[in-house]
């Protein structure tokens, strides 16, 4: 669905150099905090922005040659950028039914009614939650082969991003060929929705796996200064001094719960790996 | 897919039409005081103004770059933004040139409907090669840059109009027979003329349009 190799872009102060790929039926999270490159990146797959190296290839393209059919196939939501703020739901539907063969009216109307969003009303009345909402109901098609989503639920209460969680999982759940690609800094919204996770850090890519992996084998080991210089540290990606000693994090928890039975060890959330492997050291040798 | 960018555009211009109704009840208002097609000039300006709106809608918070994921090439959206304010501009033409003879109907005025059709023609050409020129400046500059540079093309065709003829003198060059040649040649000629260069004028518009925005980034 997307490749990315060592895709390059670069500006004065910033340098994107990410390698990607999308398979078919996958979830995708793009994680990082801000301005580590997520929407460069999903910028460059949906052609935005021209790369200054390396491949890129969205539904078998280059994004620079899509013709308007190859875009009808790509679901995109940018995190700044919509329809007018002028317009309302009334006059988006008419615009979708003349952009897209199979944008469902009724089916549009039910959703927008389910989400209390009112259709008559401007959009610039429509509270964050209420916008993000609409944004992504509009990209929910049934031709859509891939999302692309950029902060989709930025900014919003638990509530709303919930509702935009439940509607991407509900649309994902209808066709199993169908892929998503989404960036986000809640890493709380990506663990329950993708497959696997790209982790992103001023403008490289630092860490990428499995979301089952990153839950189950990942774990953090908190040492004292003595048991960091017993334990074998082969295992450990990072290390972060603490008051106490040493917080460590691993990808081979069961080998440190196996050969360490006394270590504390602990699972780690996204988060917590994020933490570490950005503020972390490499162990020394 | 271009229809899509079409409608979003009416709907766009659909939302200022309560302007559009003062505008033209102040044109039928004014043209009683005025002489000639003032009404149809008046608001043949107005549908210019209205249709490069639309573009300043698109640029506001940030709105390009979706529309750029929506299934239209860039290419597409040059060419509609030229073609929208084209149908936009005769629009708005049209409803003038009614409300003008209604006016003068109402007013008794003996109507020229042949010089009022030839000075309507005139000013839609005007309208159209101004468009012509503001579509692309617009994409490429944005709104608040664009309005310096269409003050700076304003001047320059000022100053070439006013210290034009004086140069030609400095150089030693008599313009009157120019001026002479050109009145001379029968006014269908140069009304063709002028109807031929606006539409050179908009076909080059959409090519330089197409190419601002194929060079964009967003």
């Not at chain 1, 940018?78 to 003349?98: E, N, P, Q, T």
């Not at chain 1, 969680?165 to 800094?185: G, I, K, N, P, Q």
């Not at chain 2, 102040?26 to 005081?33: I, K, T």
């Not at chain 2, 005007?126 to 001047?155: C, D, N, Q, Y």
Request: charged share 25%; with cysteine; glycine share 8%.
């Amino acid at each position: 669905m997307v490749t990315l190799n060592e895709l390059k872009k670069e500006y004065k102060d910033f340098t994107l150099n990410v390698s990607l790929q999308l398979q078919p039926g996958v979830v995708c999270g793009l994680i990082g905090k801000n301005g580590a490159g997520k929407s460069t990146t999903i910028k460059s797959i949906l052609g935005l922005i021209r790369p200054d190296g390396g491949k890129i290839e969205v539904l078998g393209k280059e994004p620079k040659n899509f013709t308007g059919k190859d875009k009808a196939q790509i679901g995109a939501c940018l995190a700044d950028s919509g329809f007018s703020r002028s317009l309302c739901i009334k006059d988006i539907i008419s615009i979708m039914k003349s952009m897209y063969d199979d944008f469902d009216e009724s089916d549009f109307r039910d959703k927008c009614k389910a989400q209390d969003l009112p259709l008559d009303k401007p959009l610039e009345s429509f509270s964050t939650g209420m916008k993000a909402k609409l944004r992504v109901l509009t990209v929910l098609r049934p031709k859509v082969k891939l999302l692309v989503l950029d902060e989709p639920t930025a900014g919003l209460d638990v509530m709303a991003r919930n509702d935009i969680l439940d509607m991407l999982r509900a649309f994902m759940a209808e066709d199993e060929e169908r892929s998503m690609l989404v960036s986000s800094h809640i890493s709380s919204d990506l663990e329950g929705l993708c497959d696997e996770i790209y982790m992103i850090h001023d403008g490289s890519i630092v860490l990428h796996e499995d979301t089952d992996a990153l839950l189950g084998k990942y774990a953090v080991l908190k040492l004292s200064k003595e048991d960091y210089g017993k334990i074998d540290r082969s295992y450990i990606l990072r290390v972060k001094e603490q008051s106490y000693g040493y917080e460590c994090l691993t990808d081979e928890k069961q080998f440190y719960m196996e050969n360490y039975p006394s270590l504390t060890i602990e699972n780690s959330s996204i988060d917590e790996i994020i933490m570490l492997m950005l503020g972390g050291k490499e162990p020394a040798a | 897919m271009m229809r899509g960018l079409m409608v979003k555009d009416y709907k766009l211009m659909m939302q200022k039409k309560k302007y559009f109704v003062i505008f033209a009840v102040m044109a039928v208002f004014l043209s009683f005081s005025m002489k000639g097609s003032f009404i149809i000039s008046y608001l043949t300006m107005i549908g210019l103004i209205m249709a490069i709106s639309t573009i300043s809608s698109d640029e506001f918070d940030n709105g390009l770059p979706f529309l750029m994921t929506l299934p239209v090439s860039r290419k597409d959206y040059a060419v509609e933004k030229v073609l929208f304010s084209c149908l936009s501009i005769l629009a708005f033409w049209l409803v003038g040139g009614i409300l003008q003879v209604i006016v003068s109907a109402v007013m008794g005025n003996g109507l020229d409907f042949a010089a009022l059709a030839a000075e309507s023609i005139v000013f839609l050409m005007v309208f159209l090669f101004i468009l012509a020129l503001m579509v692309p400046i617009e994409l490429h500059f944005g709104m608040e840059k664009s309005r310096i540079a269409m003050v700076a093309i304003g001047g320059i065709c000022f100053a070439i109009g006013v210290f034009g003829p004086k140069l030609m003198v400095r150089l030693g060059i008599d313009p009157r027979p120019l001026a002479a040649a050109i009145e001379s040649i029968p006014p269908y000629v140069l009304m063709a003329g002028g109807i031929a260069v606006t539409i050179f004028a908009l076909f080059l518009s959409m090519v330089v349009t197409t190419r601002v925005m194929e060079r964009k980034e967003f």
